[in-house]
């Protein structure tokens, strides 16, 4: 599929979007540092110690991997959603799916706070005050129930990597694209 120019414009807004979320200390450059903030403040307001906080900080770490960051070096950030944006147009579906699972499989297991293999409406509200503290409470309900596909009130990493992958790869407009990591930033 040739993406046309509009659907690279939106895609660009929905990486701007994360990037934007998670560039943590607000600098306008993404770093593996930001990642390690990240970890942080999620292992602080979930009160992890220990073995599930060194694995928690490994998701994030491993995110920045797969990013391309390295310590100590920065990226302005509309650079590095350029280059995220030019790496996923040279992959197939199936690449982008594989690679978006690798991204999110552990970040779904940093998510899982009490690790029963699904996500709560109360742990992805604590994963959003991490990335998204300006998104309202209604608005967390909203993007919560829409990943929530069958609607038992819990994500399953099915669904969780599903929405995730149609956020990241897919060109659609929809009412989810617009909510999964919040409102989308121009």
Do not use: W
Request: aromatic share 10%.
């Amino acid at each position: 599929m040739n993406p046309s120019d509009s659907q690279i414009a939106f895609r660009l807004r929905k990486l701007r979007t994360i990037f934007t979320r998670f560039d943590m200390d607000k600098d306008g450059y993404m770093s593996k540092e930001d990642f390690e903030l990240m970890a942080k403040k999620l292992n602080e307001l979930s009160n992890a110690t220990g073995e599930q906080a060194e694995s928690r900080r490994k998701a994030f770490m491993h995110c920045a991997d797969i990013f391309g960051f390295t310590p100590g070096v920065k990226t302005l950030r509309e650079e590095a959603v350029k280059n995220m944006n030019e790496v996923m147009l040279k992959l197939s579906l199936e690449e982008q799916r594989a690679m978006s699972d690798n991204i999110l499989n552990p970040i779904f297991d940093a998510m899982d706070l009490d690790q029963n293999g699904n996500i709560s409406l109360d742990e992805y509200k604590t994963y959003t005050q991490v990335l998204a503290l300006d998104l309202s409470d209604e608005d967390k309900v909203k993007s919560f129930n829409l990943i929530d596909a069958n609607q038992d009130g819990q994500i399953s990493r099915e669904e969780f990597l599903k929405a995730a992958f149609e956020y990241l790869c897919k060109f659609e407009e929809n009412e989810f694209s617009k909510v999964f990591y919040g409102p989308l930033v121009p």
